[in-house]
């Protein structure tokens, strides 16, 4: 099996690199071959109407926690971009941290195919699947 090519730290510190506009509010955990586990750190500002996590900022852990694992398995690839995405919602997470579980199921030349588990912090229940695809830039 494909060992990843970056560390945890590397993957972290890459995103700040090139995306310092998410600085702390995507936190790579743990990589494994072909799998992630990345964190949301939740404030006030990604709750809706009702105390639970918005909508918007479920996609983005799910499209950051896919890239994530991307980017520990290619290298470091800022061109890499999402070509498709599909969430599905399943049950209302709680206002706390919202921790993903990303694994890529096939990894080509081209695409990266894969999903991504959330979860509330704490809990084994997922309140949210998502289906991503991912396009990987020719090398040079």
């Known amino acids: 099996m494909m060992q990843p090519i970056l560390t945890v730290a590397e993957v972290n510190g890459y995103i700040e690199e090139v995306f310092p506009e998410v600085q702390g509010q995507y936190l790579c955990e743990h990589i494994a071959?072909?799998?992630?586990?990345?964190?949301?750190?939740?404030?006030?500002?990604?709750?809706r109407p009702g105390g639970t996590v918005s909508g918007p900022t479920m996609f983005g852990l799910a499209d950051c926690g896919f890239y994530?694992?991307?980017?520990?398995?290619?290298?470091?690839?800022?061109?890499?971009?999402?070509?498709?995405?599909?969430i599905d919602f399943m049950r209302k997470p709680e206002p706390c941290?919202?921790?993903?579980?990303?694994r890529i199921l096939k990894l080509g030349r081209v695409l990266a195919v894969g999903d991504?588990?959330?979860?509330s912090e704490g809990s084994d229940k997922p309140v949210a699947r998502a289906s991503m695809t991912y396009s990987i830039p020719p090398a040079r």
């Open 33 to 47: 071959p072909m799998e992630a586990r990345v964190r949301a750190v939740v404030g006030p500002q990604n709750l």
């Open 116 to 119: 991504v588990l959330m979860y």
């Open 97 to 102: 941290d919202m921790i993903a579980e990303a």
């Open 68 to 86: 994530m694992v991307l980017l520990a398995m290619i290298g470091k690839q800022a061109l890499a971009v999402t070509t498709n995405a599909s």
